[in-house]
């Protein structure tokens, strides 16, 4: 089914990205560590090409990358999401000297990129940020130099990746106007890390921060401006989360379709029965929705448009809360055999839950979403009262 009205030449272009992701990225995949930056995989991201278009594409182009590679090889997906959402502040914020260090490398696949913003105590809640950034008085540190103390949890590409764009307070009891974003090479004295074993094996960690030395020529941005850097970043890649959370999604209602096809059950197949095609077109409908509004948050962020925050909130939200819908329906209609390891719906199944809460968790999402109605609601009215 066209959704939203894709090019043809989009259309062909996503049929090209299943087929690299099932014939050269998978095996690629299979064969990393779990819970490790599969850097192999990293590389032949940036050989195929898909790196650099991080940094040329659009929102939507991102979405229907993130959909098509996540339809057929999940750890590509995430690799290739990964690698965005760590360097998308360095291109979008950096200096030049940042830029021409760091993203060559990214796009390459040679350097890996990581997003270093949730902490033990400060998660959903960004602008709760504890990590300290402590102006630093030692000898020749000069008047804009800090130094980084506290914890980063929950990581991703952490402890393995190559640098990190940080989020630390620089001015206490400021809430979100007291952040500044650093970026923060990984072998900077002081900082070392641990990694995480999760639900779903992936590359993920907590960072510890023992007086690390930054200094001006490694902010991100402004000083005190940070948080901005970090919701310019997740307003891009919400919706896109939203993609890869469609990608599953098709992929288990592929899988669904095929299933009740092939399964003799009561003297026909499982398909003809009425309470079993009534449920397939329920995942059909809902994966198709969630993707139309997908299509739509970034097709808003492409044009520039004002409404940007609630249509990304709600892109996120719809489709990742979909999505473990659709996934978990399909584990009912195979049975037993979809819990068995190694089953695509296994995989997908445990895949499925963490979008749901990083990137802000759903009840984050529909906070922004109230917030934004009502902010709304507020000013056509006071524009009406004058």
Not at 61 to 67: H, K, P, S, W
Not at 316 to 335: P, S
Request: charge should be negative.
């Amino acid at each position: 089914m066209t959704a939203f009205s894709l090019e043809p030449a989009q259309l062909i272009w996503c049929d090209e990205l299943r087929a690299l992701a099932a014939e050269r990225l998978r095996p690629l995949a299979e064969k990393g560590e779990p819970g490790r930056v599969n850097r192999a995989l990293v590389a032949e991201l940036g050989a195929l090409g898909l790196l650099p278009r991080l940094f040329t594409s659009g929102a939507l182009d991102l979405c229907l990358m993130r959909e098509s590679l996540a339809h057929a090889c999940t750890e590509a997906e995430t690799a290739l999401a990964l690698q965005g959402l760590g360097a998308h502040p360095v291109h979008a914020h950096g200096t030049e000297a940042q830029r021409a260090r760091w993203l060559p490398r990214v796009s390459e696949g040679t350097a890996v990129a990581a997003f270093a913003l949730s902490e033990p105590d400060a998660g959903s809640d960004a602008a709760a940020l504890s990590l300290r950034a402590e102006p630093d008085a030692g000898y020749g540190a000069g008047p804009s130099a800090w130094r980084l103390t506290g914890e980063k949890c929950w990581i991703s590409n952490a402890p393995g990746a190559d640098f990190y764009t940080v989020f630390a307070r620089t001015t206490p009891g400021a809430g979100a106007r007291g952040v500044t974003a650093f970026l923060v090479p990984a072998d900077r004295p002081g900082l070392s890390g641990t990694p995480l074993d999760m639900l779903s094996p992936h590359p993920i960690g907590a960072l510890a921060f023992d007086a690390v030395p930054v200094t001006a020529d490694d902010v991100l941005g402004e000083p005190d401006r940070g948080f901005r850097v970090a919701m310019d970043t997740l307003n891009l890649f919400r919706p896109s989360v939203g993609a890869f959370a469609v990608g599953m999604a098709q992929a288990a209602l592929d899988a669904t379709l095929a299933h009740t096809t092939a399964r003799d059950a009561f003297g026909g197949k499982l398909r003809d029965l009425q309470a079993v095609s009534h449920q397939v077109a329920e995942l059909a409908l809902r994966t198709e929705a969630a993707r139309l509004m997908v299509y739509a948050a970034a097709t808003a962020y492409d044009a520039g448009a004002p409404d940007v925050p609630r249509r990304a909130a709600m892109a996120k939200l719809l489709a990742t809360e979909t999505a473990q819908y659709v996934v978990d329906k399909a584990v009912q209609l195979h049975g037993a055999r979809a819990l068995r390891r190694g089953h695509l719906l296994e995989h997908l199944y445990r895949e499925v839950r963490a979008p749901r809460i990083y990137e802000g968790a759903s009840e984050v999402q529909r906070g922004i979403i109230a917030k934004e109605l009502y902010r709304t609601l507020d000013a056509t009215t006071k524009e009406a009262r004058t």
